[in-house]
């Protein structure tokens, strides 16, 4: 059974941070490249960042140099660190293998405000 949990999310104020985490299925975890996701209102679900069993990781262009994925390979984890959020930043955040159909599921997600 594919385990997919996200938590960390929030309201912040715009310049704010926010650090997420996902815990997951040893099984996926091990294997595959992990990646942060989100889906704001209204728009499709877009690829954030994402991190390779190597470490190897990559960026969004809209959050480079704000944003870090990080990896935590014994603990089955990944994080998002959020730095500089904006209002553009605002969606629910939702963590997956790359690509998403290798587990052909999502977990709830956890939701981030930045808002004044």
């Known amino acids: 059974q594919v385990q997919l949990e996200e938590s960390g999310g929030g309201l912040v104020q715009p310049g704010g941070s926010l650090r997420l985490s996902c815990t997951a299925s040893r099984s996926i975890f091990n294997n595959y490249s992990m990646g942060w996701f989100r889906q704001a209102p209204g728009k499709q679900r877009e690829l954030v960042a994402q991190?390779?069993?190597?470490?190897?990781?990559t960026n969004l262009d809209s959050v480079k140099g704000r944003f870090a994925i990080i990896r935590d390979n014994p603990k089955n984890t990944i994080y998002l660190q959020m730095n500089d959020l904006k209002p553009e930043d605002t969606a629910v955040y939702y963590c997956n293998t790359n690509p998403p159909s290798i587990t052909g599921v999502w977990g709830k997600g956890t939701l981030v405000t930045v808002s004044s």
């Open positions: 991190i390779t069993r190597a470490l190897w990781t």
